[in-house]
């Protein structure tokens, strides 16, 4: 079963019924590991239709997909790269990115998850025997027997708990020695308690002893942790995958000779040039070439603007047709880039402030049951005047009874069910609190270009132009890689244009195509350079000979699921925003397709941050989806929020939530998850609080019996998991 | 009563042994995938004979 990706083939299963499996992975070694990530696998269907047409491709010798963490990876021959699957997959209908295999290789092998599961199941083997003993003793073993099932049970459950327990110390020791309280400083001091004292009584012969409740409770509340620690184990996992999409690299040309070196190696001064589709690595000053840039990251601007000698750029535009030279004027910590990244930081700060529900409930949790306990202790000091042994038995039955493992299950059970459900939607939460913020959105603000647009223009008056023209037009856009020509050239192709026979066809950087059509130049490119003004749509012109130029417009289509989730959040009584960096018209016409009312264009990253501020300012808590740069301040600043996968770095690591799929529609969704699975953390919470309403009186009078305290740890856990399933 | 020297020590050592596939079954990675897992059992691609 899983041979393919066995690192030790011995300890698989299916080996000795496939002995072929062996032989096949010793004779193909140097095999490279390819990891891509598929956010829209759901099925079994899914899983044999990717495995099977990965497996067809030449060079791939075994492909394995894995369901939980929506990823495949590929053993394949060295030549076969990653957009040649990638583009495989597509044609089978599945998005897919590749990953960088070295990152993910920490979070593969996942030693801490597998380490609380070995804890965890020590702990419920020990629990299980104990507990058997322990019905013998509840059910009238007496004397001599119950002497020895309490001596095999304390020899099962001390070395269960130095083992099984040990995060619980470790956390509460650390809290303690920086002068803090923390949920597992009660949770320790409990399991201690209780196997101390049951010992105790154990060597006096006593008639109670609770090694059963020190185990279950350190089993539950692993189980809690474990859960816990899945869920963001997940979400780890994938943003660092996304995170390893950008290459950190430059190509620098010293005295005519090109070099591949880092990001950070360059210094002010320095020749870096620049290839069309790559992305500006530092700020500089154009020294050769002409070229045009898409700033649509970094601004919003969808109009690819001019770059020739002199042009100022900044890291982080991508250069569209034309390789560059540039000359650097500010590379690392100086960088735009970096400037806006230490806006990001001093907003980061007022969200890390969030105290999130499970501490709050900890923070009145932990010292009211220690003051319940001492007072119990105190008073049956007195009551009974001095006999400190059955003082101490009531107040550890107190600490135990009041039961930590309901509180402690409370949170990750709902988490995990809820980040579980929104994961199959195609949304990672990153961070801990961000489902609870979320649950709070009453404002969502939207960013435009590659947010609610895909950042890929549409032609969108084709249908105004005279078949001849656009046979001229389609036979130059062909030629060129330039976003405009490429759509253009794509559109023309579905509507079955064939193209015109034209000579010469060149491609001048910055500028356009031109070609020769007989005796007459006919060119395709920017305004300027046909000699017609250009307006404030996306445009690019074409002319004949000398004849008047002609405009093809373009507009950037609407990301699937963008108009219903939209409708969707409004229908929910939220606020919806848009603002954009773009210029007023393909603004304004947006916000008209899609209903918003609030909307501004052409506002600038430090405004987009001052606008979210100024409306939390005002009480509204803002949820911020955006992608660009200059939506990275914003996105830190609110209250919780949102980036697609396709974002840029800073934006996906200042955002709380990624999005995996293309589709905005689950958006809306998402919140009312958001909103029911808080409300399900308070009603767990209430359950725990109702338990302990009723046990610790009883705990407090000395009528709780090492029965009574299992019952009710085990009733209140199991209430409080299935409370948390309830989730729908 | 004379029988629970036997039982006792027998219920734990099976006890144990179940604790120790366990153990076997996380070392070789059985729960590295339970979504996929419990959904490849519906497919029937390798039904006939074991994946060459």
């Known amino acids: 079963m899983s041979s393919a990706i066995q690192a030790r083939p011995s300890a698989c299963p299916a080996c000795a019924a496939a002995p072929a499996a062996e032989d096949l992975a010793a004779a193909a070694q140097p095999d490279a590991r390819l990891l891509l990530s598929l956010p829209t696998i759901h099925c079994a269907g899914c899983i044999s239709t990717v495995e099977k047409g990965l497996a067809r491709v030449p060079g791939v010798h075994s492909a394995r997909v894995n369901l939980t963490l929506k990823r495949v990876s590929v053993d394949a021959a060295p030549e076969i790269t990653a957009d040649q699957l990638i583009t495989e997959l597509d044609g089978l209908g599945y998005e897919a990115h590749e990953l960088d295999a070295g990152l993910l290789s920490v979070t593969a092998t996942d030693k801490a998850g597998r380490e609380i599961l070995m804890r965890l199941a020590v702990a419920g083997f020990a629990m299980m025997n104990v507990m058997l003993l322990s019905v013998a003793v509840w059910s009238g073993a007496a004397d001599a027997t119950r002497d020895l099932f309490h001596w095999i049970s304390a020899a099962i459950s001390l070395p269960t708990i130095a083992f099984s327990a040990q995060p619980f110390f470790r956390n509460a020791w650390a809290a303690l020695s920086a002068r803090r309280l923390n949920m597992d400083v009660p949770i320790s001091l409990a399991i201690l308690l209780a196997a101390g004292m049951s010992l105790y009584e154990t060597i006096l012969s006593g008639q109670h002893a609770y090694f059963d409740a020190a185990l279950s409770l350190t089993f539950f509340l692993l189980a809690g942790r474990y859960l816990d620690h899945r869920t963001r184990a997940v979400a780890r996992s994938a943003a660092e995958e996304l995170a390893a999409l950008e290459v950190p690299r430059a190509t620098r040309v010293v005295d005519g000779v090109e070099e591949v070196v880092a990001i950070a190696d360059l210094a002010v001064g320095d020749l870096v040039r620049v290839r069309p589709g790559g992305r500006l690595p530092v700020d500089g000053v154009v020294v050769e ?90 008073g049956w000091l007195w009551v009974s005047g001095g006999d400190l042994r059955l003082a101490l038995n009531i107040a550890v039955a107190v600490l135990i009874i009041t039961c930590p493992c309901a509180l402690g299950l409370a949170v990750p059970a709902v988490t995990t069910a809820a980040s579980g459900r929104l994961f199959r939607r195609g949304l990672l939460i990153k961070h801990g609190t961000a489902l609870e913020r979320l649950a709070e959105v ?83 490119g920017r305004a300027e350079w046909v000699g017609a003004s250009s307006g404030t749509t996306t445009a690019a012109w074409l002319q004949i000979g000398q004849g008047a130029p002609v405009e093809f417009t373009f507009a950037d289509a609407l990301r699937p699921g963008a108009a219903a989730a939209v409708a969707a959040l409004q229908a929910q009584g939220m606020a919806v925003h848009l603002l954009s960096g773009d210029a007023e018209g393909p603004v304004r016409d947006l916000a008209d397709r899609l209903g918003i009312t609030h909307w501004q264009a052409g506002v600038l990253p430090v405004d987009k941050a001052a606008h979210v501020t100024g409306l939390s300012a005002d009480g509204a808590r803002v949820l911020m989806v955006g992608d660009g740069l200059n939506d990275t301040a914003a996105l830190a600043a609110a209250h919780v929020s949102i980036s697609p996968a396709s974002a840029l770095d800073a934006a996906r690591v200042a955002s709380d939530i990624v999005l995996l799929g293309k589709d905005l529609s689950p958006l809306p969704a998402a919140i009312t998850t958001a909103q029911k699975a808080t409300r399900r953390i308070k009603e767990n919470f209430s359950i725990a609080a109702l338990y302990n309403a009723i046990a610790v009186p009883v705990a407090l009078l000395g009528f709780a019996t090492p029965l009574a305290a299992a019952l009710a740890m085990s009733a209140s856990s199991i209430t409080v998991s299935l409370n948390a399933l309830r989730l729908r | 009563m004379e029988m629970l020297v036997y039982l006792i020590p027998i219920s734990l050592f099976l006890g144990g042994l179940g604790l120790a596939a366990f153990f076997w079954a996380l070392r070789s990675r059985q729960f590295d995938d339970p979504e996929g897992d419990s959904r490849r059992i519906l497919s029937d691609d390798w039904d006939d004979h074991p994946r060459p």
Do not use: C, W
């Open chain 1, 442 to 524: 009453d404002t969502v603000v939207f960013d435009k270009t590659g947010t609610l647009t895909e950042g890929a223009p549409e032609p969108t008056n084709l249908g105004d132009h005279p078949r001849r023209v656009l046979e001229i037009a389609l036979a130059l856009a062909g030629a060129s890689a330039h976003p405009l020509a490429r759509a253009l050239a794509r559109a023309a192709d579905q509507a079955g244009i064939k193209p015109a026979r034209l000579s010469d066809i060149r491609e001048k950087p910055g500028y356009g195509v031109e070609g020769r059509l007989g005796g007459e130049t006919v060119r395709l």
């Open chain 1, 289 to 378: 070439g002409q070229s045009e840039t898409d700033r649509s990251l970094l601004t919003g601007e969808s109009l690819p603007v001019f770059a020739g000698p002199d042009s100022v750029l900044s890291a982080g535009e991508v250069n569209l047709t034309g390789p560059l030279l540039v000359r650097v004027t500010a590379a690392g910590e100086d960088s735009s880039l970096h400037r806006m990244a230490d806006l990001v930081s001093v907003a980061e700060s007022s969200k890390n402030r969030y105290t999130s529900l499970a501490d709050r409930a900890a923070s009145i949790y932990a010292p009211g049951v220690h003051l319940l306990a001492l007072f119990a202790f105190l």
